[in-house]
């Protein structure tokens, strides 16, 4: 069906939306190929309908295609990471810091904030310079989920950004890490 091209568009897309909804793993296959090398309709559907079967081997062809050539599916492919548990995404994860589009280096800060990645640290605090006000804003948010003592310097040197969004983070990772410390010391 997915490879017919007599059949509808909108057929096709149904097929590729039925097979995530399936959970069958048999699916991942064909739904690669359309990642790889179906249609644009078909391709945008497929990172949702590969998450929806929750097979780990999707892992790396998402990983490949968040630096392909269509920034829908990119991004697409970046936010079915987020679905992933698994050492494989947090080092992806990481590395979409340095992506060349905001929207990644924007996802990628904010879930390895929500998992608490120490090995994040680093690559965060470089990610404070970064030239997208929202993707600082995150980093410094990120910093103050992990709680790091580590980050105290990076993050209180943001209280100095130029934009008030940024600053108004940096103090909320502030509070956030002092919270982190007094528990500890409890």
Do not use: W, Y
């Not at 492919?77 to 979409?96: G, T, Y």
């Amino acid at each position: 069906m997915l490879e017919n091209e007599d059949a509808s568009i909108d057929l096709r897309t149904s097929a590729v939306i039925a097979l995530g909804d399936s959970g069958d793993r048999r699916a991942a296959g064909p739904l690669l190929e359309v990642l790889q090398h179906g249609e644009r309709e078909l391709k945008l559907q497929a990172p949702s309908a590969l998450v929806r079967i929750a097979d780990p081997r999707i892992i790396p062809a998402l990983i490949a295609a968040v630096d392909g050539p269509s920034h829908p599916d990119r991004v697409r492919c970046a936010l079915a990471l987020l679905a992933f548990d698994d050492p494989r995404v947090i080092n992806a994860m990481i590395a979409m810091l340095k992506h060349r589009e905001d929207e990644i280096r924007h996802i990628a800060a904010i879930r390895l904030g929500e998992l608490k990645c120490r090995k994040a640290v680093g690559p965060l605090i470089e990610s404070l310079q970064d030239s997208d006000t929202c993707v600082r804003r995150v980093a410094v948010l990120a910093l103050g989920a992990i709680g790091d003592p580590k980050a105290e310097d990076a993050i209180k040197a943001m209280l100095q950004d130029t934009n008030p969004v940024v600053k108004r983070a940096a103090e909320e990772a502030l509070i956030a890490l002092k919270e982190k410390g007094s528990e500890t010391n409890e």
